[in-house]
């Protein structure tokens, strides 16, 4: 498909893992990225993986990226209650000239 | 000391009418994007300006019309506004040559509302 898929929620408890997946569509692009929106707010950058890498770890987020599936993870170590928050990957495509966002996964942390 | 800053942050208006949302950036980016995020959250790219010229136009309906007067600033304005408008507008602007592995810098978003 055209659209760059990401499951549409996720429940964790305060003090697990999360990881949120994304399967993305031009296997092509040379950059992927990871979005982070809370309520009411604009889009904060997380972290971002280069093509020719298959793991990033920066603090408690690591990065998986399978070039072959064209599929992005995002881990969250010790996830927080500050955490929860929509969760967008994006790959940059068109050439460089053009970030394509997943749809979205809502992350809600439970006490 | 915003970097992208956007106004107005809320914006109720009626049908038909026409308005303007406005975006300056203070990073000194080369590139300036109008990103359009639905009900669904799902985020859609509108228009992408390097050096005051257009390079992105995704099948964005005539109505609306982006302005760059200067690299820091990327206006767009909406005629005739219909209630599938309703939406938040998202700025954004990054360096030359796209993003790279610096990403886009969003701005906080104008919430529209066609009643």
């Known amino acids: 498909g055209e659209d760059v898929e990401q499951s549409l929620f996720l429940s964790v408890r305060e003090g697990d893992s999360s990881v949120i997946n994304c399967t993305y569509t031009d296997s092509s692009s040379t950059y992927l990225y990871w979005y982070k929106q809370e309520p009411g707010a604009g889009l904060q950058l997380l972290t971002y993986?280069?093509?020719?890498?298959d793991m990033k770890q920066d603090q408690r987020l690591t990065v998986l990226l399978n070039k072959k599936d064209k599929h992005l993870s995002l881990r969250i170590a010790d996830t927080q209650t500050g955490d929860s928050a929509i969760y967008f990957c994006?790959?940059?495509?068109?050439?460089?000239?053009?970030?394509?966002f997943g749809t979205g996964t809502q992350l809600k942390v439970e006490l | 000391d915003t970097a992208v800053s956007q106004t107005p942050k809320y914006l109720v208006t009626q049908m038909g009418n026409d308005k303007s949302i406005k975006c300056e950036q203070n990073l000194g980016h080369d590139t300036m994007y109008w990103y359009k995020q639905d009900s669904k959250k799902f985020l859609k790219i509108m228009f992408s300006?390097?050096?005051?010229?257009?390079?992105i136009n995704e099948t964005v309906p005539n109505r609306f019309s982006p302005k760059s007067p200067d690299k820091a600033h990327l206006n767009l304005h909406i005629n005739s506004l219909e209630l599938g408008d309703s939406a938040v507008y998202f700025c954004?602007?990054?360096?030359?040559?796209?993003?790279?592995?610096?990403?886009?810098?969003f701005g906080s978003g104008t919430r529209l509302t066609v009643v």
């Open positions: 954004a602007s990054s360096r030359e040559g796209g993003a790279a592995n610096y990403g886009y810098t």
């Open positions: 993986i280069f093509s020719n890498m």
């Open positions: 994006a790959e940059l495509t068109g050439g460089g000239n053009k970030l394509t």
């Open positions: 300006y390097n050096n005051k010229e257009l390079i």
